[in-house]
Structure formats: structure tokens, C-alpha cells
């Protein structure tokens, strides 16, 4: 088992742009998956090659045109008749839309808490019990 493309479906091939000719007989981790997540993608897989599945991992593929698109993959070991393992099924689901939200939400919250924390008056938060709940370090 070397890592190499040997399924590749009309969705994948849709989501990243690669045909299945392009994708087929290509190593996955060093030809689709961006740098910095290589050796995580490649622990996945090594594990799900050892019977140690994965569920919901989030990873970063690089489409043909070079975009980034967000999948959440499963890994399956896949197994022969006698059940020996001969590979790994990713069974994935394109959640690039979403991760760009969270992340655009995210920045957005970072961006208001550097304001209030760094506002040049007093600006604070109180609850439904007329507690103080939140404060920058002006009040």
C-alpha cells in the first residue's frame, strides 16, 4: 500500500477540479494536500492502514486551479474478501463554505474584543440580574 489515488469519484473530481485520469495513480498526501497537514493526513491514513479509523477530520485540499477547499473526511480501512487490509476509503464532505464562516466569525469576535479591550473609555457588560459580566480594563 503506497498512498497512491485508486478511487476517484464525479464528486471529487468536481469539488477539486482533477479528473479521475488526472487523480488516478497519484500520491494523495504530497500531490493534493497542502504542506503544513501532510504528516497529520499521513498519520490518518497510516492508522486507518492499521485498522484505527478516523472520523470528521477536517483537512485542507488544493484544487487544480490552486484554490483551498475544506473537507471533512472519514477514513475507512479497506478490506479484501479475508479481510486483510489492502487501503483506505475517504469518504468526504466539502465544507468550505462553513469554514470560511466560522472563520470569518471568529476574526470578527478577535476584532471586537481588541477594541473594547483597548477603548480609551470605560465600556462594560451586564446581565439579565444587573451583574457586571464583562469590562475592559478602562472601567
Known amino acids: 500500500v503506497h498512498g497512491n489515488v485508486n478511487e476517484w469519484n464525479d ?9 479521475k485520469e488526472e487523480a488516478f495513480s497519484k500520491p494523495l498526501v504530497s500531490t493534493f ?7 497529520s493526513v499521513q498519520e490518518v491514513m497510516g492508522n486507518a492502514l492499521k485498522g484505527n479509523e478516523t472520523s470528521n477530520y477536517e483537512l485542507e485540499f488544493r484544487t487544480k486551479s ?3 477547499r475544506y473537507l471533512l ?6 478490506r479484501d474478501p479475508e479481510n486483510n487490509i489492502v487501503g483506505v476509503v475517504g469518504v468526504a464532505q466539502d465544507v468550505t463554505e462553513a469554514a470560511k464562516h466560522d ?13 473594547i479591550d483597548n477603548a480609551n473609555a ?10 457586571v459580566n464583562e469590562c475592559n480594563d478602562k472601567t
Open 122 to 131: 470605560p465600556i462594560f457588560g451586564i446581565d439579565v440580574h444587573g451583574n
Open 11 to 19: 464528486k471529487t473530481a468536481e469539488i477539486t477540479g482533477f479528473s
Open 103 to 115: 472563520r470569518a466569525v471568529a476574526a470578527m469576535a478577535n476584532e471586537l474584543r481588541k477594541l
Open 33 to 39: 494536500i497542502v504542506p503544513s497537514l501532510r504528516q
Open 73 to 78: 473526511v472519514n477514513a475507512t480501512t479497506r
Open 66 to 68: 490552486n484554490e483551498i
